[in-house]
């Protein structure tokens, strides 16, 4: 069974940092794009950053450049999304996800894990 799994979400003051993982299982995503989305209550699933196969190329959304950081390990199989100065609008469920490419377009990723909260108190 493929998956990929979220983990390292939580409650964070305003300011704060948190570091998400994502680790994938089943398969190797060694050679997949990977990126990471969040999703608020009410709203669309959003664009947060990607990273290519290699790591050579990462994207980010202009409202997190600069505060968050995306990185891989394909020996662990894992990808990571380090998040520091935390905003209270950072508040949302992440997910990560796997593409042929790197992309912005949600609909290009064909593995989706399950999600993990962020709460970023004022």
């Known amino acids: 069974q493929v998956q990929l799994v979220e983990s390292g979400g939580g409650l964070v003051q305003a300011g704060g940092s948190l570091r998400l993982s994502c680790k994938g299982s089943?398969?190797?995503?060694?050679?997949?794009?990977m990126g990471w989305f969040r999703q608020a209550p009410g709203k669309e699933r959003d664009f947060v950053a990607a990273?290519?196969?290699?790591?050579?190329?990462?994207y980010y959304a202009d409202s997190v450049e600069g505060r968050l950081t995306i990185s891989r390990d394909n020996i662990m199989n894992t990808v990571y999304l380090q998040m520091n100065s935390l905003k209270p609008e950072d508040t949302a469920t992440y997910y990560c996800?796997?593409?042929?490419?790197?992309?912005?377009?949600?609909?290009?990723?064909?593995?989706w894990g399950q999600g993990t909260q962020v709460t970023v108190s004022s």
């Open positions: 089943g398969r190797t995503f060694r050679s997949d794009a």
């Open positions: 990273i290519s196969w290699n790591g050579g190329m990462t």
């Open positions: 996800a796997a593409a042929n490419r790197i992309t912005r377009s949600p609909g290009e990723y064909r593995y």
